[in-house]
Nanobody
């Protein structure tokens, strides 16, 4: 399985950006897919997740109301729509997938850079 992120780039503060993560390979055992981010000099931070069984979503408090995670199962794709962005959102964003029965991220993408200018 390979995860490929896209959609990163430069956005002005207050603007929006949409990220995509395509899962290539056998995804039938995915329990949840998540977005993480890592800002310069900081540890990787959980951002949001979506459960494949029912589409339920969860978010870290700092992005609630601004970010939306969604999926297109027929495309094996997960999206992260980011709105009202600020400088704290600047990071490399990673997509991950957790398989049933493991309890941890089994697959990671290569990351996509998001930069927010003031």
């Amino acid at each position: 399985v390979r995860l490929v992120e896209s959609g990163g780039g430069l956005v002005q503060a207050g603007g929006s950006l949409n990220l995509s993560c395509v899962a290539l390979g056998n995804t039938f055992n995915f329990r949840t897919m998540k977005w993480y981010r890592q800002a310069p000099g900081k540890e990787r931070e959980y951002v949001a997740q979506i459960f494949t069984a029912d589409g339920n979503t969860m978010y870290v408090d700092s992005v609630k109301g601004r970010f939306t995670i969604s999926r297109a199962p027929d495309l094996n794709t997960v999206f992260l729509r980011m709105r009202r962005m600020n400088r704290d959102d600047r990071a490399v964003y990673y997509c991950s997938a957790e398989e049933y029965g493991t309890g941890w991220a089994n697959y990671w993408g290569q990351g996509t850079q998001v930069t927010v200018s003031s």
